[in-house]
């Protein structure tokens, strides 16, 4: 049983370029988050999508888009990537909106 | 905005010894996760609370949420060399879509 699987765990883009990052989960959850943890920081909520053909913004959505592509995908996409958005992103999941996320085990992504 | 504090954001500890940390909200809560983060790994679901002045127990850990529902608090005792991690508290507010807000973390460091 994996879980909630992201690719790719590692990721160096230059600015300007572009990249999607990859979430599926195979729990059969209704919604799915990402967010991004900055070095010693916790976490903040980007995108959320409460159930399949929804999505939402988080606390901070600049410079980000999402696609809840099925039930068990979504994923992240940065259009023109910036140092700034250098950080850690987690994928996540849960039954339902209040209950327990189960995260994946992150994509380290550099911005040079 | 709508956040919770968690005191301390670092935590040296003596293995065998007890502490405690904090989570506070100026708004009421719907409920209150806690999760705990290895150095280098991903959040993973501690536990729930959902009832006023409720009192959870893991093990060594116990997990108590405010009469108020504006507060919680994470106990261990008799700290261990595993305990080493981050721990967040996360929140949830009806209000605010039932979406969870992450606190800052507590840093837990034991020296052996």
């Known amino acids: 049983n994996a879980g909630v699987t992201q690719t790719p765990k590692f990721q160096v883009l230059k600015t300007g370029q572009s990249m999607t990052l990859q979430c599926a989960q195979d729990m059969n959850h209704n919604s799915m988050y990402w967010y991004r943890q900055d070095p010693g920081m916790g976490l903040r909520l980007i995108y959320y999508s409460a159930s399949e053909g929804t999505t939402d913004k988080g606390e901070v959505p600049n410079g980000y888009n999402v696609s809840r592509l099925n039930k068990r995908e979504f994923s992240l996409r940065l259009e023109s990537a910036a140092p700034s958005q250098t950080s850690v992103y987690f994928c996540?999941?849960?039954?339902?909106?209040?209950?327990?996320?189960?995260f994946g085990d992150g994509t380290r992504l550099s911005i040079l | 905005g709508q956040q919770v504090m968690q005191i301390p954001q670092y935590q040296h500890v003596q293995e065998g010894e007890d502490f405690t940390t904090y989570c506070n909200s100026s708004t009421t809560l719907s409920n209150i996760q806690w999760y705990k983060q290895r150095p280098g790994g991903h959040p993973v679901f501690l536990i729930q609370?959902?009832?006023?002045?409720e009192v959870k127990k893991q093990k060594r850990l116990t997990f108590q949420f405010g009469e108020a529902k504006k507060n919680s608090s994470l106990h261990i005792t008799a700290t261990q060399t595993t305990d080493v991690g981050t721990y967040f508290c996360a929140r949830s507010i009806k209000a605010a879509g039932n979406k969870l807000t992450f606190g800052g973390g507590t840093r837990v460091l034991v020296k052996p």
């Open positions: 996540a999941s849960s039954e339902r909106g209040s209950g327990p996320q189960h």
């Open positions: 609370l959902v009832k006023s002045g």
